[in-house]
């Protein structure tokens, strides 16, 4: 018999946190009763992967949760094609530990390797190369989905399914196991350029230079900065090395293990931060050979970094606006909030490109994204966020669910025309903290 434990959960930016029943299957015929006794839970039921969506998207607060990280096997893979199939369970750091030593990438990795191959779907992530690679369900050939009224499917890419399912914050079925086409590439480096910007405008024609010559683009942004200032920052720009070695990345060995006081990310400390990080990335800059570990993965070099604003956590504010729109509202967004004083160490700023997302719910589009944390200051910062909001619907643009602890759901029905289309494919017996909050 399955048994449901009463446990805390949280988001990354643990600003959001409550309970939920949860099963942990640890062998995948195990799973069947784990998703049913999850299901029969009044507050219905939710995959759970390694938690690393930003707010509520991925919990089920007061309601039942299946643990799938224990289910992290490899079915098959093959070394010439660059094919796998594996357990939903399996994180993109076990992924990449198989398949870098045989030549092989995931074609598409967000901002940290601890995520579940289920939970990149589900959110379909993307990277710095989106204007060459798409998203991360573009990759997915093929998964396994098990409704929680017994059924099991397996959708393929075209599939109406499959397109709910990508992108779909696992309210279509428990995702079982990933079939993924990876990316060949030599070896473990990568050949970057960083390039000073003063301006939105060195970003933008930055961009447009550099998308067809290079992999990956992503700016870091100075926060603090407004009027003509703003947009300062730095623009790294990367293709994949031809160099052979193929060492994997070690374990993080920095950490924060308690919680940093709340007034650690003030803005004081943030005026000071950006302006040493500007100083010493300029002084820094230009081309050099780096492992994919500190330019892929540069969040994960710090155990632990969300704990550095404090007990209260943090929101974080992702949004994508498109190209017409996006000198204007980035303009806008960013003297907003460097007005506000208020803000994060790390503020990237990146262009989407034209490749369509295959799933329904998907979120990036053609045009500019901006993603930025803010400390939890209660209803202040609230309001700062419904006021990037406003700034981001008229520009018609959209937020991220998987960075989400508190849109409406008019702002959601805004940004996401094939929301009706996505109701259809709903599994009943699953919801989550973020779909209960955004119904009308």
């Known amino acids: 018999m399955t048994r449901l434990r009463s446990t805390e959960v949280a988001g990354w ?30 507050g219905r039921a939710l995959a759970m992967g390694l938690a690393r969506s930003y707010g509520d998207s991925g919990l089920n607060f007061g309601g039942a949760a299946v643990d799938m990280t224990a289910l992290d096997r490899v079915h098959a893979f093959d070394a010439e094609t660059g094919v796998i199939r594996a357990d939903a369970g399996l994180s993109l750091d076990g992924l990449i530990r198989l398949a870098l030593p045989r030549g092989w990438f995931p074609p598409v990795v967000p901002g940290t390797k601890f995520v579940t191959l289920g939970g990149a779907v589900a959110n379909d992530v993307h990277g710095k190369n989106h204007h ?6 573009a990759h997915v050939r093929r998964l396994s989905l098990r409704r929680t009224d017994g059924t099991v499917h397996e959708p393929a890419a075209g599939d109406p399914l499959f397109a709910a399912t990508v992108g779909g914050m696992g309210l279509t079925g428990v995702i079982e ?42 700016a870091w942004i100075d926060c603090t900065r ?19 070695d193929r060492p994997l990345h070690r374990a993080p060995r920095l950490a924060v293990p308690i919680d940093a006081p709340g007034f650690t990310v003030n803005p004081l400390t943030l005026r000071a931060f950006n302006a040493a990080y500007y100083g010493l990335r300029r002084m820094n800059a230009g081309k050099a050979e780096r492992h994919y570990d500190p330019v892929t993965f ?21 949004c994508v606006v498109p190209p017409a729109a996006a000198p204007e509202a980035m303009a806008e ?9 208020e803000g994060s160490f790390l503020v990237v700023l990146k262009t989407f490109g034209d490749r369509p997302s295959p799933g329904l719910m998907s979120f990036p589009m053609p045009g500019t994204t901006l993603a930025i944390d803010f400390r939890n200051r209660g209803e202040a910062t609230l309001k700062l966020l419904e006021r990037l909001d406003a700034i981001v619907r008229a520009a018609g643009g959209r937020l991220y669910p998987a960075k989400d602890g ?10 996401y025309p094939n929301l009706d289309s996505f109701r259809a494919h709903l599994d009943p017996g699953l ?6 909050r955004v119904q009308p």
Do not use: K
């Open 177 to 218: 196991w990933v079939e993924l086409q990876l990316e060949p590439v030599a070896g473990a480096f990568l050949e970057v350029e960083d390039i000073p910007i003063g301006s939105l405008a060195d970003f933008f024609a930055l961009s447009s230079e550099s998308e067809a010559s290079h992999a990956q683009t992503v």
């Open 226 to 244: 407004t009027g003509r200032g703003v947009g300062r920052g730095i623009f790294t720009r990367a293709n994949w090395s031809q160099r052979p």
């Open 13 to 42: 930016g643990r600003a959001l946190r409550g309970t939920s029943e949860v099963a942990r299957p640890r062998w995948r015929d195990e799973l069947p009763a784990a998703v049913a006794a999850a299901a029969a839970h009044p």
């Open 431 to 436: 919801s989550s903290a973020f779909w209960r």
């Open 132 to 137: 060459r690679a798409g998203t991360f369900g």
């Open 406 to 415: 508190r849109m409406s759901g008019a702002m959601l029905a805004a940004g």
């Open 333 to 341: 967004l960013l003297n907003e909030i460097g007005r506000s004083g």
């Open 298 to 318: 540069p969040l994960d070099a710090v155990r632990g970094w969300n704990r550095i604003y404090g007990p209260a956590g943090f929101h974080q504010h992702q």
